[in-house]
């Protein structure tokens, strides 16, 4: 199994759809959970990221995290065509071999005009 | 103003042949870090180095070798190139982790084709 899994998609949603991304966990010693856009032909950057359990909200996204079924997501509203990407999520312990980022596989995203 | 760049950004080459992709970051960050993503996106984590030191090391065939000159420099080198290292090349680098999680920040990648 692995660490972090993630279901690749491909998700295919109308402009103006709330978008539901979602990542499982299975390590316990994770506390930072991150998520990263990758636009084709492009590098990763990361979106946004929270600290143990929780909701972050950043405009027209939202991060949560419940640490108790080990689930994160990320709640995209009013979707846009230009946030048509690939959605990595990305987890991170506090010390020694858990410093260190585990990757899901990502979910690639079309939102369609 | 690129923050992490790499060159190539495209190299088609034989299989059993040398070749090297460089990366550069003007963040002054102290972490860089190699992945590797295939055909299905995956990204896996291949070295890292913190400083000029290595930190990370993966599970990774030894015709690969990175090279730090310094922490501003991260070189990956391989060896008799084989069909199965066709991939997506990512740079990164990171700062000092001060108790927040160390935010990577991506070159543009450099697109290996091994024929």
């Known amino acids: 199994q692995k660490e972090v899994e993630q279901d690749p998609g491909p998700l295919s949603v109308p402009e103006g759809a709330i978008v539901s991304l979602n990542c499982t966990y299975s390590?316990?010693?994770?506390?930072?959970f991150m998520w990263y856009r990758q636009y084709s032909r492009k590098g990763p950057e990361l979106l946004m990221y929270?600290?143990s359990s929780g909701n972050k909200e950043d405009g027209r996204f939202t991060a949560q995290v419940d640490k108790s079924s080990k689930y994160i997501s990320l709640f995209i509203r009013d979707s846009q065509p230009s946030d048509s990407a690939t959605y990595l999520c990305?987890?991170?312990?506090?010390?020694?071999?858990?410093?260190?980022?585990?990757w899901g596989l990502g979910t690639s995203l079309a939102v369609n005009p | 103003d690129t923050a992490v760049s790499q060159t190539p950004k495209y190299l088609v080459t034989q299989m059993g042949n040398d070749k090297s992709i460089k990366c550069e970051q003007n963040?002054?960050?102290?972490?860089m870090y190699w992945y590797k993503q295939d055909s299905k996106k995956f990204l896996k984590i291949m070295f890292s180095?913190?400083?000029?030191?290595?930190?990370i090391n993966e599970t990774v065939p030894n015709r690969f070798s990175p090279k730090s000159p310094d922490k501003a420099h991260l070189n990956l080198h391989i060896n008799s190139l084989e069909l199965g290292d066709s991939a997506v090349y990512f740079c990164?680098?990171?700062?000092?982790?001060?108790?927040?999680?160390?935010?990577?920040?991506f070159g543009p990648g450099t697109r290996l084709t091994v024929l």
């Open positions: 990164a680098s990171s700062p000092p982790g001060q108790g927040n999680p160390d935010t990577q920040y």
């Open positions: 963040l002054g960050h102290d972490t």
């Open positions: 180095y913190n400083n000029k030191e290595l930190i």
């Open positions: 390590n316990s010693a994770f506390q930072y």
């Open positions: 929270t600290y």
């Open positions: 990305a987890a991170l312990g506090n010390a020694g071999n858990n410093r260190k980022l585990i």
